[in-house]
């Protein structure tokens, strides 16, 4: 009989491992118990965890395995960002990135191995696209940030779905994964600490809110869809007043305290002027929402630059005297590139895209 490939018991959240718990004769309080070893003690090494019975331990080491992504470089920014390139399946490798800033510790983490979206200012999409995480590769990311951190007595307190891919095009692993990210059995981070973050999957933001209450940001960029249309092609098929509809269903369900996040980089001469905030204050009126405003991080022919900072200060400045909350991401780790929009990773293309942006940069080179 052809051997089954043990399961990756990091890909399976509280629910589904009950059920495989109980599908082996067990009770599901087992699974529980499970859970508190592997992310409470950091113990996977079934024969340690002495409260289960030993057949079962036995069952357990036979049919499971912890299996976390091989990390292939990592590159410490001066001002103290960590960006990991991780090897997941197939030889691909994405990147993650742990954003510490004063006891707080984001962690930026990829959803897929490229994107297939292709937004024309992000340096993701250029990779073009090979598939899906798994869940167990997207829990994984968050495990070893965790391990850097264990030796400094702290660990992850945000989590943004904010790194390479785009998160709705994978939603059951990362549903699964944003649970263990929440669950108080496993990394106990709280929902409006977890962000799912979409360019605007119009679909999966009724789906998502469905099924969870993670806290979601959306990929705004442009405060009308000619321009959007450019900037985030998706929205060919889910305009602004579609989105900005899923939109509010999705804030119904997080209740009155909490809001949005609208992501908007500003790309310079191209969605900075005072009148794309004036719209931009007016489109979003009736949506309870923060704004962050992301400065461009530039990368190899990308075709765009970054508006300088009084531009950037005056936009900012509209926005915030017509009564929106409205942060500045400040640049994090550009220098090991590790900034917004420009993790790579390590794509085997399945498009045409790399091919071409690779021929175009190699272009530029010799202009
Ligand atoms: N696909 C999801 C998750 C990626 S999040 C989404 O679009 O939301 C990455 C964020 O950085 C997005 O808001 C993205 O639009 C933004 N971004 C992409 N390229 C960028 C760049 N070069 N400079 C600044 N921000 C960028």
């Known amino acids: 009989m052809a051997q089954q490939s043990p399961i990756n018991l990091y890909g399976l959240h509280r629910e589904a491992l009950e059920a495989f718990v109980e599908q082996l004769g067990g009770r599901a309080y087992r699974a529980r118990q499970v859970m508190r070893w592997v992310y409470h003690q950091g113990v996977t090494d079934f024969a340690a965890m002495t409260d289960l019975a030993k057949s079962f331990r036995t069952q357990m080491a036979e049919l499971t395995c912890f299996s976390l992504p091989e990390v292939v470089t990592r590159a410490e920014s001066a001002d103290g960002t960590i960006k990991w390139v991780v090897r997941v399946a197939n030889g691909n490798c994405v990147e993650t990135v742990l954003i510490p800033d004063r006891g707080r510790n984001t962690l930026c983490v990829s959803s897929q191995v490229g994107c297939m979206l292709d937004c024309s200012f992000c340096a993701t999409g250029k990779q073009g696209f090979n598939g899906n995480l798994s869940a167990a590769e997207i829990v994984g990311q968050v495990y070893l940030a965790n391990a850097e951190l264990r030796g400094k007595d702290q660990s992850v307190t945000n989590v943004v779905m904010m790194g390479m891919g785009e998160p709705l095009l994978n939603f059951d692993a990362v549903l699964a994964a944003t649970d263990i990210m929440m669950d108080d059995l496993a990394f106990g981070i709280s929902k409006r600490r977890v962000t799912v973050s979409t360019a605007g999957h119009v679909p999966g933001i009724y789906a998502l809110a469905q099924a969870t209450d993670v806290s979601l940001a959306v990929s705004l960029h ?81 075709g765009y630059e970054k508006p300088d900072e009084a531009r950037v200060r005056r936009f900012q400045t509209y926005l915030m005297n017509a009564g929106y909350a409205t942060m500045l991401r400040t640049t994090r780790g550009d220098d090991i590139n590790a900034a917004c929009g420009q993790l790579v990773g390590n794509v085997t293309d399945r498009t045409k895209r790399q091919g071409r942006y690779l021929a175009r940069v190699k272009a530029e080179e010799v202009a």
């Open 222 to 302: 442009a405060p009308n869809d000619a321009l959007r249309d450019v900037l985030v092609p998706i929205n060919r098929k889910y305009p602004i007043a579609t989105l900005l509809e899923a939109c509010e269903h999705y804030l119904a369900g997080l209740g009155e305290k909490r809001s949005l996040t609208i992501e908007y980089t500003l790309l310079k001469g191209v969605n900075d002027h005072i009148e794309h905030a004036e719209q931009l204050a007016r489109l979003l009126r009736p949506l309870r929402c923060k704004i962050n405003l992301i400065p461009f991080n530039p990368f190899a022919a990308s």
